[in-house]
């Protein structure tokens, strides 16, 4: 896949395009069949993760040296965004798997690398991140998560809240407080493996949208892990959460693209076949007002989107800004396009035979996870280019 020397401008190579090609061909024809089930039943969308296995997209930013297909930053974001334009709950396959991991691949020992990404490239096992906590959202150096040094090992007591796929993945990054007189400097980072003695999962939260990613709690009760499961060093860990979430942010402005270009997509088509006074709705100038707005703003969108991909590709000195820039803008161009697309189906779009209403719920997300927008803004003007 493209590698960063063709990131001298963020515009999509032709490699890029043909991945798009391939990608939203497989979304359609096995991910979109099974995307209202999905969210009716509330399961793990195992169908889309069969398939994304299958086609070695589940996880294309592993680097080649570790198994991976080692896709630059913008082909992971067509990927993410092209299985969030049919199902959000599934593009949170190859998203929460580079966010899990990305701590590992930033900073993690060279022996954690092969142990821990090749299992990841394979399909074998998916990866989730630990960061957030009852009393530790938006002030997540505020955490109360513990590690405490015993030997050649390290034990950790505490709960995470909001954990994306858990109970699904085999790999936790999780960040724990070492030295609580440090405060952020005090925290660090570990690998911790679903079947270690003492890690178990809240039941599954009751959401408002992605009801086919599992959210729950993740409890560990004096886990005991090999001191060589701490990414990087000690004390650092808070400094590769906030490093990792200046790249992955990026993905969930990926899936805001996705899910706001799939909700365009099907009312545009409905306004062209729906007819009332005579005449397709499509031909009414407010109409056409509406989807000219809508496809502006996801314009606006995936420009800024991609201009944030090729900065974490090159590691540029803005991503940080451009980062939370992207998700936030993306996100809230996914809320207002997608209850627009509910609007343009008049009555039919609030009901769930047609798929706007889902992705209208499952927009919302995306002004949530990752920091919020409020958050988003607050990281933008304290990095202003």
């Known amino acids: 896949m493209a590698g960063s020397a063709d990131f001298d401008l963020y515009r999509p190579s032709e490699e890029h395009d043909m991945l798009r090609d391939a990608i939203r061909s497989l979304a359609e ?10 969210d009716e039943e509330a399961r793990f969308p195992q169908e889309a993760h069969d398939a994304l296995v299958a086609s070695d997209l589940h ?9 991976g297909t080692g896709a630059d930053a913008l082909a992971t974001v067509i990927v993410i965004e092209e299985v969030a334009r049919v199902c959000v709950s599934s593009s949170l396959i190859p998203a929460v798997n580079k966010l899990g991991s990305l701590p590992v691949v930033l900073s993690g ?19 989730s991140y630990c960061l957030s906590e009852p009393e530790a959202g938006s002030d997540a150096a505020g955490m109360k998560t513990r590690a405490v ?49 003492g890690v178990s999962f809240g039941a599954p939260e009751k959401k408002l949208g992605i009801k086919g990613s599992p959210t729950r709690e993740v409890y560990f009760d004096n886990v005991r892990i090999p001191a060589d499961r701490m990414i990087g060093e000690e004390g650092t860990g808070f400094l590769t959460a906030m490093q990792t979430l200046d790249h992955t942010r990026i993905t969930i402005a990926a899936q805001a693209l996705g899910v706001a270009q799939g909700a365009f997509d099907y ?46 590709e090159r590691g540029d000195a803005d991503l940080t800004y451009l980062g939370a820039a992207a998700k936030c803008f993306a ?28 992705m209208m719920r499952d927009a919302k997300i995306t002004q949530i996870y990752e920091g919020t927008n409020q ?3 607050i990281v933008m003007a304290r990095n202003l280019p």
């Open 29 to 38: 024809a096995k991910i979109a069949p099974y995307a209202t089930a999905v």
């Open 59 to 67: 996880a294309v930013h592993v680097p080649e040296e570790y198994g």
């Open 109 to 127: 020992s060279e022996d954690l690398k092969k142990k821990y990404l090749g299992p990841l490239a394979k399909g074998d096992a998916m990866f």
């Open 149 to 197: 040094r015993d030997g050649d090992h390290w034990v950790l007591n505490g709960v995470k809240r909001w954990i994306t796929n858990a109970g699904v993945s085999e790999y936790y990054t999780v960040m724990a407080v070492t030295d609580p007189a440090k405060r952020s400097k005090g925290i660090s980072a570990f690998v911790v493996e679903k079947s270690d003695e």
């Open 267 to 312: 009312a545009k088509n409905y306004v062209q076949e729906r007819k009332q006074f005579g005449k397709a709705i499509a031909d009414f100038q407010g109409i056409q007002f509406m989807l000219a707005d809508m496809s502006m703003k996801i314009s606006a969108a995936r420009a800024l989107t991609y201009q944030a991909a090729a900065a974490s």
């Open 331 to 358: 996100s809230d161009v996914a809320m207002e396009v997608t209850t627009d697309a509910v609007q343009l189906l008049g009555g039919y779009g609030y009901t769930r035979d047609y798929p706007v209403e889902r």
């Open 375 to 377: 958050v988003q803004r």
